[in-house]
């Protein structure tokens, strides 16, 4: 199956414009993630989605394959879909372009678990919470899984609620996603949902549409550059590691 990787790099974030070319350690953001997927074993390709010239200019310049897409879309599967509409591929992995310390074992991860499972149309990555604080942040999405490793939801409150204080594992969702081509149309295509829209995240869309989102566990950690004190933290970690 051919799989291609999709860096959505949208300019007019709400919290921080324009970080996707935030400078980190003489890069700017998008290429740590670029370089990071460009490892992965099992891409056959990977190409930045942007909505402004000036990344569409900038991934040019440090080799990346980049298309020009929609400023007006609604979300980064939108755009990753634009992205791919007339590219050969038969699993696409929408790859966050805020993530420049991004595994690229967990991408390779989450192909593997659409390629060797014809039942799997999406799957995304979570990982054990280990730092209690996350629990109670709404920023920090948890996932509750089944025991196939289906999700059976995603909230920004604390789930499930331990009311007797049991020995529960808890998981985070890290916010990457694989689908089928065909899943990945038929998903943009769905209308917006009422938990979606309640909780402020697109893949709950899927599962009250009754399909099932495959959850691959990793331990690797990552972090998103959503305002710019996670810049500051993430360009320490590259000055410390070099």
Not at 62 to 86: C, I, M, Q, W, Y
Not at 167 to 193: C, E, N, R, V, W
């Amino acid at each position: 199956m051919r799989a291609v990787g999709v860096i959505p790099a949208r300019w007019a974030s709400t919290r921080f414009e324009g970080k996707v070319l935030a400078d980190i350690a003489g890069k700017p953001m998008i290429q740590h993630v670029w370089e990071r997927t460009s490892q992965c074993q099992h891409l056959d390709d990977v190409l930045i989605a942007t909505d402004h010239e000036q990344v569409l200019k900038a991934a040019e310049a440090f080799g990346a394959k980049a298309v020009l897409t929609r400023v007006d879309h609604p979300s980064g599967s939108d755009r990753v879909a634009e992205a791919v509409k007339n590219i050969d591929a038969d699993i696409v992995v929408n790859i966050q372009g805020d993530e420049p310390l991004i595994s690229p074992q967990v991408i390779d991860d989450l192909v593997l678990a659409i390629s060797q499972d014809k039942d799997v149309i999406m799957a995304t990555v979570i990982k054990q919470i280990t730092d209690a604080t996350d629990i109670s942040n709404p920023n920090v999405v948890k996932a509750v899984i089944d025991d196939r490793g289906n999700a059976l939801y995603f909230s920004r409150s604390p789930i499930p609620y331990n009311r007797d204080q049991q020995d529960i594992t808890y998981y985070k969702h890290l916010g990457l996603y694989a689908y089928t081509k065909d899943f990945l149309f038929q998903f943009i295509s769905l209308p917006s949902s009422a938990l979606e829209k309640a909780e402020r995240l697109e893949q709950l869309r899927v599962l009250e549409a009754g399909y099932s989102i495959r959850t691959v566990i990793t331990d690797q950690e990552t972090i998103g550059v959503d305002t710019k004190e996670d810049l500051t933290k993430v360009q320490g970690i590259f000055k410390t590691n070099g």
